[in-house]
């Protein structure tokens, strides 16, 4: 069974982590129409990685957002899954389950909710947490994520895709655009795996009090389009601090 979407995953040097997506994406009862990598000139196995597994590689950019763009313009569904490369589908009827609630409930655009299969107690309770806070606020926040969002194509092409200045949370200010013109939620059928890599290289305190921060920009609608918070693509600024 063939579904009419297109995946889109943004990489740069993700040999690590692409096969298991892609992995997890293949084991699936009902298959997307396409798998596109948008590549930001990766210098590892992400690019064959990508192509070994059937995935179409077209080019990235140095900034998720880019990737998403230029992956989305290559796509030729009506439907958009936007995935990060470290995130995975937990059981083969993840692709089926939530396109059906995202038709059923006549959605424009919508995230899902975090799952961890590994960590301590600590990670599990902020992960609850964090759901929890989106759960609730999904009505008036709209606290899109980037690691796993699906919209129509028809809307990212009308909202013009993801804001390329802006450095970080440009997820939020994407599902909160499209939000205007269509409805918007996080699904609630199936959860998908994330990593722990930001935790573990970071920090739990440090990611917290970064992502505090964050939050207060979100709350009084200023955009982050210069580097007043530490980002990088590539996680390369972590292991020089």
Known sequence: MKLPLSIIVPTKNEEAYLAGLLQSIRAQSAQP???????????DRTRAIAKEYGAKVTQGGNHPGIGRN???AAATQPLLLFLDADVSLPDNEF???TTDEFEKRKLGVACCLAL???GNMVDRLGVKMINTYFSFTEMFLKNGVGYCTFITTKMHK?????NEKIVITEDQDYVARASKLGKFRFLR?????????RYEHEGRVR???????????????????KGKIPYSFTHSYLKKN
């Open 158 to 162: 009308a909202i013009g895709g993801y």
């Open 95 to 97: 692709l089926k389950v």
């Open 70 to 72: 230029r992956g989305a």
């Open 207 to 225: 990611l917290f009090i970064k992502y505090f921060y964050v939050t207060m920009y979100l709350l009084f609608k200023i955009k982050i389009t």
């Open 116 to 118: 961890i299969t590994s």
């Open 33 to 43: 129409a396409e798998i596109i990598v948008a590549d930001a000139d990766s210098t």
């Open 189 to 197: 059928e199936k959860k998908i795996i994330v990593s722990l890599r």
